[in-house]
């Protein structure tokens, strides 16, 4: 692997543009997406409705299609092509809109070639959907403005930029106070050396391009995001016993985020947050975190840090906030806890799943 920028662009633009015909070509199984048996339907319903092609030739390692779309503004980065750019043109609906962003043509070239044909299947009138040419650290020469979109996703793209801290500044200027950074990435148990870093293919196969957990913690915080969510992780096995040998005793895992845009609130209190069960597909609960689930029948007390992604989002309208003076006897965790929340403990458990 190059080591400027510049060249790792070019030997990823190589990697995804002309040496992966499909998902058939990866070497290990990291860009392969997973979830789907936790899928909402609607997404299933999205996802069976999106051209063969553009599903061949997607490269993914989650599910980044969070609750309440409807009418949302949507930024994919590193599209690819564009299969969540189109499943969430369908969840977004008429007054929505979704802008998918990748630096490889070849991949752009699928996505807009296959365009109207996903305005037909969902029913639109209109394209609700647009593709740039560009790169994900650097939106605004492709002219994406300051606080403009709701929510900005990314599906295993992260790891392949080699200014990973540029993309999160870029998420925090484009997104709106208020909004979520919704994403799946592969991360390492410690920081990746130099020697792996270099190799072309681990690096291309989304694995030595990856930040270690806590490096993610400090760099989106200290940008000014409010600490990061896990949502979901499971363990990466590379599944190539030359590449595995490579990589020794690190460990690599595939997690899904919440972060969202607000400013931090203080753990000086706790709210009873009742959910009024208004969000399409989520009509019973509403998944938080990968540990917290509020259900419409049984509300939730929580530290006034962890209530704020509620309150001060686009989820708002969809709960009820009462002050609680007495703390609970076993409260949900705080906001700060989720810095200390290692993946790669957290996948050996079994996580509770929300009615979708």
Known sequence: ?????????????????????????????????????KMPQRVKQALALCHEEVITKFYGCG?????????????????????????????VGPTGHVTGVDMTPEQLEVARRHTDYHMKQFGHSSCNVDFLLGYIEKLDTVGI?????????????????????????????????????????????????????????????????????????KVVTEIGFAPPVLMECSPLTVNNTHLGEKLGDFKFCSATYRIFKIDTVQDKSYEQVSYKGTIQGHQDCFQLAYNISISVSHPEIMSSSMASLLKHSRYAPHFAFQQVDTPPESPVPSLSDCINVNPFEVQTMTMPTCCS
């Not at 070509?25 to 990291?30: M, V, Y």
């Open 1 to 37: 692997m190059a080591t400027n920028n510049e060249e790792v662009h070019s030997d990823v633009q190589e990697y995804y543009g002309k040496e992966l015909k499909s998902k058939d070509d990866l070497k290990t199984n990291a860009c392969c997406t997973a979830g789907g048996a």
């Open 63 to 91: 599910v980044v299609f969070p609750q309440a779309p409807e009418g949302c503004t949507v930024l994919d980065l590193g599209c690819g092509t564009g299969r969540d750019c189109f499943v969430l043109s369908m969840l």
């Open 145 to 217: 403005k300051d606080n403009v979109f709701d929510v900005v996703i990314s599906n295993c793209v992260i790891n392949l930029v080699p200014d990973k801290e540029a993309v999160f500044r870029e998420v925090y200027r484009v997104l709106k106070p208020g909004g979520e950074l919704y994403f799946s990435d592969v991360y390492s148990s410690h920081p990746v050396t130099a020697e792996l870093r270099s190799d072309k293919v681990l690096w291309g196969e989304c694995i030595s391009g990856a930040l270690a957990w806590k490096q993610l913690m």
